[in-house]
């Protein structure tokens, strides 16, 4: 036993001794490793990433004033300031994680760049992904488990976007919602409200495709939202105006046709009518043209609430795939094989330290 007030010191020299005379161990782990490490992430899928960049437009009502610009400087956001919008910047990553705009996409036609497969993305995501073979028996295993522990529903197919239903999608249509929305993200600078929109696939043809798409369907989608009201706006005086005109017209043929059948008249009561189908006349045009002037208005009020975005990266064909990192991989696992070894190897005087002193030989 040591004596009080001694203390146990890590001798460097005696550890690369040991490493050194059981060196043959290397000699074996490591190769194993190296082939294990290889034949694990060789038959892994590559990935590809791209990503858009866009800069929506920013008003007086969007940036919530001083206080909003304050708020913003710190890292926060106050919910879209006194904008009246209920979806606005920060909540479109929530839009992506919905399973109804996920689902809008699968119509999307994609192409690979071997040209080899020209169909829309949910018979892409379906029937044309690449699989680890090694994996696939887990994946078998595990469906077979959860098949076997209960029974799935199954969901109600609906037409069009790959027969999913939103409101009750099976398992395995979940499964490929869930992937599409660890594919495709979007990520909202709090403070700069800079939209960067990435999507990663196994083709870098249909991962530009898509980006580029799912920012074509995003500007759509906020802009039927923003201009909603006024689109309905437009279409009701849009119709007051046809209305108004016909009434107008009617109006209009009505006071002729008794001009010209009274032409000679002298009559009071002729007169008196002639001047009555006139006013008439006259109030029906002051409301065709009260009716136009409110269309126009409101057809501008469209144009007016239309969101402008500044695409400040477009979607690009990714060049080198993003992941996996083969060789990183494979460095990792020989690492943590030496250092495993290098455990092994002192085992015993790891497991004498751990000992209480008085159990220690």
């Known amino acids: 036993m040591k004596e009080k007030g001694t203390e146990d010191v890590i001798d460097l020299r005696e550890i690369v001794k040991v490493i050194y005379k059981k060196r043959k161990m290397f000699a074996w782990s490591l190769p194993i490793a190296f082939v294990l490490s290889c034949i694990w992430i060789l038959p892994q899928p ?13 008003t007086g009502e969007m940036t919530g004033g001083a206080l909003g610009s304050i708020a913003a400087s710190f890292g926060f956001n106050l919910g879209g300031g006194q904008t009246n919008d209920a979806i606005y910047p920060a909540l479109y990553p929530d839009l992506f994680a919905t399973n109804t705009f996920m689902i809008s996409l699968l119509d999307i036609q994609v192409e690979t760049i071997d040209e080899s497969v020209k169909t829309d993305y949910y018979t892409y995501l379906t029937k044309h992904q690449k699989k680890n073979v090694l994996t696939a028996p887990f ?13 799935t529903p199954k969901g109600k197919s609906i ?7 939103p409101y009750m999608p099976s398992e395995e249509q979940e499964m490929l919602l869930e992937g599409m929305k660890s594919n495709i993200t979007c990520d909202v600078d709090v403070k700069t409200e800079m939209i960067v929109i990435t999507v990663q696939d196994q083709d870098p043809l249909v991962c530009a495709i898509i980006a ?42 009505v006071y002729s046709d008794f ?14 009518k002639r001047d009555k189908l006139e006013n008439d006349m006259q109030i029906k045009l002051n409301t065709y043209n009260a009716m136009s002037t409110q269309l126009e208005a409101s057809k501008a009020k469209v144009q007016e609430n239309t969101p402008a975005f500044t695409v400040l990266q477009s979607a690009y064909v990714p060049v080198k795939p993003e992941k996996p990192k083969r060789m ?34």
């Open 46 to 58: 590559r990935t590809y990433v791209t990503s858009v960049t866009l800069a929506p437009e920013m």
């Open 259 to 272: 001009c010209d059948a009274n032409r000679n008249t002298i009559l009071q009561s002729a007169l008196s």
């Open 212 to 253: 580029d798409s799912v920012c074509g369907r995003l500007q759509k989608f906020i802009t039927d939202y923003r201009t909603s009201k006024a689109r309905n706006d437009y279409a009701y005086y849009k119709n007051l105006t046809k209305e108004a005109k016909d009434d107008y017209e009617k109006a209009v043929d």
């Open 159 to 165: 037409e069009g976007d790959g027969g999913i239903n």
């Open 139 to 151: 994946i078998y295993a595990k469906r077979k488990i959860k098949a076997l522990m209960k029974e």
């Open 328 to 361: 990183l991989f494979v460095a990792g696992m020989l690492f943590l094989t030496f250092l495993g070894t290098i455990f092994y190897m002192f085992k015993e005087d790891i497991k004498n330290q751990l000992m209480p002193p008085s159990n220690r030989g």
